[in-house]
């Protein structure tokens, strides 16, 4: 069994900044890509932002210049540097990673989810 776990969202004023990490831990024989998803009330989940094992990254148009992703493989960890934030940047934000738990094998995971509010 593999879990994920995010933390670091909160409450935020505009223009501010926050630091969201996910953890994954269990059954790990690798880990390919780990990824940042979000869904604001009413709209479909989204990607925002994705890192390869080998630190390729991706990002939304709509966080290039202001959100860095990055990864700690010696940790399972991936982390999602948010600056910068607007009032758009509201929603609850996603960990997702596509792990290997034996080899031979992968599947997609996904946390729990943790809330960004952007509000003065």
């Known amino acids: 069994q593999v879990q994920l776990v995010e933390s670091g969202g909160g409450l935020v004023q505009p223009g501010g900044s926050l630091r969201l990490s996910c953890a994954a831990s269990g059954s790990i024989f690798s880990i390919n890509v780990m990824a940042w998803y979000c869904q604001a009330p009413g709209k479909e989940r989204k990607l925002v932002a994705q890192i390869t094992s080998g630190g390729s990254t991706n990002y939304a148009d709509s966080v290039k210049g202001r959100f860095t992703i990055s990864r700690d493989n010696a940790k399972n960890t991936v982390y999602l540097q948010m600056n910068s934030l607007k009032p758009e940047d509201t929603a609850v934000y996603y960990c997702?990673?596509?792990?290997?738990?034996?080899?031979?094998?992968?599947?997609?995971?996904w946390g729990q989810g943790t809330q960004v509010t952007v509000s003065s």
């Open positions: 997702n990673a596509i792990v290997a738990p034996v080899a031979g094998y992968q599947g997609r995971y």
